[in-house]
């Protein structure tokens, strides 16, 4: 059976999905990994175990199948620096999660002007922008940077591997602010050659773009045929989006994962403090985005910390909990903020708290959190001019009706789901079928349900909504302090 193969390299797992040609799934394989925090606002992860995984998942799904396409996708943005040949030289440095650069984005806006950036990349300087982190090394590892002759983002370095081509997608490199100019399309040379120095950029192509075939030592090595297309792929969020059919002007893609994401896909370039502006996965497209730091993760740390085997026992106690959670208000800025707030020192807060307040209370207190910060960002997008025509959820949350219907009632829209939420490698496996055919993604994933915002808690979470703003605003100080105690500490 013929069959498309997208693999997509996430903070938390790897994951392969294998489609046939008519978007159905044959097989899907997961490999697990963490990522490394060696110091306080550093978080890191091997570049090795990118393409380790990937030949992993490829000899998986491959077996007894005819595979004619493959595209690939990955978190974003990193940054993995390497020599000449392509051998990684220090770990990568994750988005906007790892927030060591701050030193850098103050000195990139001080010789470039913030009103400068913003008009010409879409995007203010932040922990998610690539170029302070490539100038972090610089200032920070000389003896790394003298040696680095290519960079790469996780969906490059597979794309590298598979075919040899050092390339960049124009979406990933929208993302590495300053470096990319988003009017031309192309680097911009007078901001990025200082910051990049001998490090070449990579030749920029569309994430739909084959960019070449797989080569004898990769096919080799991930049980590929050798020839067979690949196809360029993009960071994970906007391939997740495609997967849903939110690349499409007037879409919304929520993405329920580890870290909460959102894209709008507008008809024209808009710019907005606080969000990133970006070109889109397809050329003549753009987007405004948002992404919080944390959001998944905090429910991960309290499931670890009330030692529930699984995720189902706590969700029905917060569904037993009602809306407000009897008092209880969380700041999920747990890793730090990044839109709309961006704020790398920012921290979790929990206000309310009661000797009486439940597993359940705490667990819905910290679903409505992430369900507040999505608002949050919802009114910047409607701010900044975007137009919300549909709302589309997708990941790993979006398997819960509890907290969905919990970012529903808190933002007041309705979310479409469909078929399928397997997420960016079911995207990057669309991005490969359209090496082969022109496959149309509402018939590979069309719609089967839609979470209705509730009108009765739209009162009482307006409210919170109020208080969630001012807590950050009165508790900001205070938190700071504790963030710089923290750092200097090694905490």
């Given at each position: 059976?013929?069959?498309?193969?997208?693999?997509?390299?996430?903070?938390?797992?790897?994951?392969?999905?294998?489609?046939?040609?008519?978007?159905?799934?044959?097989?899907?394989?997961?490999?697990?990994?963490?990522?490394?925090?060696?110091?306080?606002?550093?978080?890191?992860?091997?570049?090795?175990?990118?393409?380790?995984?990937?030949?992993?998942?490829?000899?998986?799904?491959?077996?007894?199948?005819?595979?004619?396409?493959?595209?690939?996708?990955?978190?974003?943005?990193?940054?993995?620096?390497?020599?000449?040949?392509?051998?990684?030289?220090?770990?990568?440095?994750?988005?906007?999660?790892?927030?060591?650069?701050?030193?850098?984005?103050?000195?990139?806006?001080?010789?470039?002007?913030?009103?400068?950036?913003?008009?010409?990349?879409?995007?203010?300087?932040?922990?998610?922008s690539a170029g302070p982190k490539i100038a972090w090394i610089r200032d920070n590892e000389p003896e790394v940077f003298i040696r680095a002759?290519?960079?790469?983002?996780?969906?490059?370095?597979?794309?590298?591997?598979?075919?040899?081509?050092?390339?960049?997608?124009?979406?990933?490199?929208?993302?590495?602010?300053?470096?990319?100019?988003?009017?031309?399309?192309?680097?911009?040379?007078?901001?990025?050659?200082?910051?990049?120095?001998?490090?070449?950029?990579?030749?920029?192509?569309?994430?739909?773009?084959?960019?070449?075939?797989?080569?004898?030592?990769?096919?080799?090595?991930?049980?590929?045929?050798?020839?067979?297309?690949?196809?360029?792929?993009?960071?994970?969020?906007?391939?997740?989006?495609?997967?849903?059919?939110?690349?499409?002007?007037?879409?919304?893609?929520?993405?329920?994962?580890?870290?909460?994401?959102?894209?709008?896909?507008?008809?024209?370039?808009?710019?907005?403090?606080?969000?990133?502006?970006?070109?889109?996965?397809?050329?003549?497209?753009?987007?405004?985005?948002?992404?919080?730091?944390?959001?998944?993760?905090?429910?991960?740390?309290?499931?670890?910390?009330?030692?529930?085997?699984?995720?189902?026992?706590?969700?029905?106690?917060?569904?037993?909990?009602?809306?407000?959670?009897?008092?209880?208000?969380?700041?999920?800025?747990?890793?730090?903020?990044?839109?709309?707030?961006?704020?790398?020192?920012?921290?979790?807060?929990?206000?309310?708290?009661?000797?009486?307040?439940?597993?359940?209370?705490?667990?819905?207190?910290?679903?409505?959190?992430?369900?507040?910060?999505?608002?949050?960002?919802?009114?910047?997008?409607?701010?900044?001019?975007?137009?919300?025509?549909?709302?589309?959820?997708?990941?790993?949350?979006?398997?819960?009706?509890?907290?969905?219907?919990?970012?529903?009632?808190?933002?007041?829209?309705?979310?479409?789901?469909?078929?399928?939420?397997?997420?960016?490698?079911?995207?990057?496996?669309?991005?490969?079928?359209?090496?082969?055919?022109?496959?149309?993604?509402?018939?590979?994933?069309?719609?089967?349900?839609?979470?209705?915002?509730?009108?009765?808690?739209?009162?009482?979470?307006?409210?919170?909504?109020?208080?969630?703003?001012?807590?950050?605003?009165?508790?900001?100080?205070?938190?700071?302090?504790?963030?710089?105690?923290?750092?200097?500490?090694?905490?």
């Amino acid at each position: 059976m013929e069959a498309v193969l997208g693999v997509d390299i996430g903070t938390s797992s790897s994951k392969g999905t294998l489609v046939d040609l008519d978007g159905r799934i044959i097989a899907i394989a997961v490999r697990e990994h963490s990522v490394s925090r060696p110091r306080p606002g550093w978080v890191e992860a091997d570049p090795n175990s990118w393409w380790d995984e990937f030949c992993s998942i490829s000899r998986e799904l491959s077996g007894g199948h005819d595979i004619v396409a493959v595209a690939v996708s990955g978190m974003g943005p990193c940054v993995s620096v390497a020599d000449a040949t392509g051998v990684a030289l220090r770990p990568a440095i994750l988005y906007g999660v790892d927030t060591r650069a701050t030193a850098e984005i103050a000195e990139l806006e001080r010789q470039l002007t913030a009103a400068k950036i913003m008009e010409r990349c879409g995007s203010a300087l932040s922990t998610q922008s690539a170029g302070p982190k490539i100038a972090w090394i610089r200032d920070n590892e000389p003896e790394v940077f003298i040696r680095a002759r290519k960079f790469f983002m996780p969906s490059s370095w597979l794309a590298f591997h598979l075919t040899g081509e050092y390339i960049l997608d124009h979406h990933s490199a929208s993302q590495c602010t300053p470096l990319y100019d988003r009017e031309s399309l192309e680097w911009y040379r007078p901001w990025a050659d200082p910051i990049v120095g001998a490090i070449e950029l990579p030749r920029l192509v569309w994430a739909d773009s084959i960019i070449g075939t797989v080569q004898s030592a990769a096919a080799n090595s991930a049980g590929l045929r050798e020839g067979t297309p690949v196809v360029a792929g993009t960071i994970d969020a906007w391939a997740e989006a495609i997967s849903v059919g939110a690349h499409e002007p007037g879409g919304l893609m929520l993405m329920y994962g580890t870290t909460m994401f959102l894209i709008n896909t507008i008809v024209r370039p808009l710019r907005m403090p606080g969000l990133w502006g970006t070109v889109g996965a397809f050329e003549g497209s753009h987007n405004l985005a948002g992404g919080m730091a944390t959001s998944g993760a905090i429910t991960a740390w309290l499931r670890d910390l009330f030692g529930s085997p699984d995720y189902s026992e706590l969700l029905a106690r917060a569904s037993e909990s009602p809306p407000g959670a009897r008092g209880l208000l969380m700041l999920p800025y747990f890793a730090g903020e990044r839109t709309p707030i961006p704020d790398p020192h920012a921290r979790g807060v929990i206000a309310g708290l009661t000797i009486e307040h439940s597993r359940g209370d705490l667990y819905r207190s910290a679903l409505e959190a992430t369900a507040l910060g999505v608002r949050h960002n919802v009114e910047a997008i409607r701010d900044a001019g975007g137009a919300i025509d549909r709302v589309t959820a997708v990941g790993g949350g979006a398997q819960s009706d509890v907290w969905m219907h919990i970012v529903s009632d808190v933002t007041g829209v309705d979310q479409q789901v469909p078929r399928t939420t397997v997420g960016a490698s079911f995207g990057a496996a669309y991005l490969a079928a359209t090496a082969v055919s022109s496959p149309e993604i509402t018939r590979w994933n069309p719609i089967e349900r839609t979470i209705e915002a509730n009108p009765d808690n739209a009162s009482t979470y307006s409210g919170l909504f109020e208080l969630y703003r001012e807590l950050y605003l009165r508790t900001a100080p205070i938190v700071h302090s504790l963030a710089a105690r923290q750092h200097s500490t090694g905490r």
